[in-house]
């Protein structure tokens, strides 16, 4: 048996199992009824509680030097701030990956409402087809986003998917953060934050990281412990601004 494969022949290995996945979800009569009100549901909470926000935010200068340089952004944040994010990065057409488990389905019917194309995989199952679909879609001109400890966590530790495709492709990582003043946290595994009504929301947001088309293993592991390293200040300082604001 080959130990030593290419980069070319681990992606053929990948396509013939579950990392490039390539079965729509079957769901049942009662899901193709149930799904759709849920999603309606969801999409209009955000859209209600969204308008009432109250943003303090720094300009996009980051972004806009990604831009600027002939790249497209890859957008990475925690899987906790999905509600937030939704509704301040509507209608910009950013390629979302979303898992083909139950959420996942959810959380797809709903963010299309704001605009967002899906591509659908993670890192259990399809996560390399979704990540050739985001590769075309960087492209073609879109932005692309994870959230970045989806689907299913472990919470708040940053996977590898956006440090490969910016290998790949050149674009930048770009990570940011939300931080709510009022909200609600769900009991589920990443603790979801729904804001109130008429909530202050911080969104702090970093220079991009980059990923040189060569990089070998320890270059891409390094890569990966900084984009960690990023997000996890971004969400101290965030956090600890509304803190600081109650003081």
């Not at 080959?2 to 980069?7: G, H, I, S």
């Not at 720094?58 to 340089?69: N, Q, T």
């Not at 957008?75 to 979303?98: D, E, K, L, Q």
């Not at 899906?118 to 050739?132: E, F, Y």
Request: aromatic share 10%.
């Amino acid at each position: 048996m080959k130990v030593n494969l290419t980069p070319e022949e681990k992606y053929e290995q990948a396509k013939q199992g579950l990392a490039y996945w390539n079965q729509p979800r079957q769901l049942s009569g009662w899901q193709k009824i149930w799904i759709p009100v849920v999603a309606r549901i969801g999409a209009w909470m955000i859209s209600c509680v969204g308008q009432t926000l109250r943003w303090e935010e720094s300009l996009d200068e980051h972004l806009k030097g990604i831009h600027r340089s002939g790249r497209q952004a890859i957008f990475t944040f925690w899987h906790s701030g999905i509600f937030p994010a939704t509704w301040y990065w509507r209608n910009r057409g950013i390629v979302v990956m979303t898992s083909q488990n139950l959420d996942g389905e959810y959380i797809a019917r709903i963010i299309r409402t704001f605009e967002y194309g899906v591509a659908r995989g993670s890192s259990s199952r399809g996560g390399m087809k979704a990540l050739s679909e985001m590769s075309r879609a960087l492209k073609r001109g879109n932005d692309v986003a994870f959230t970045v400890d989806g689907p299913r966590g472990p919470r708040f530790h940053a996977k590898i998917g956006p440090v490969l495709l910016a290998r790949r492709t050149g674009a930048g990582i770009f990570c940011f953060h939300i931080a709510l003043r009022h909200k609600i946290e769900l009991n589920n595994w990443d603790r979801s934050q729904i804001p109130l009504p008429f909530s202050r929301a911080l969104i702090l947001k970093a220079p991009p990281i980059y990923v040189t088309p060569h990089a070998d293993g320890e270059e891409i592991r390094l890569k990966q412990v900084e984009m960690q390293k990023v997000l996890e200040r971004l969400q101290q300082e965030s956090e600890g601004y509304w803190g600081k604001a109650s003081s």
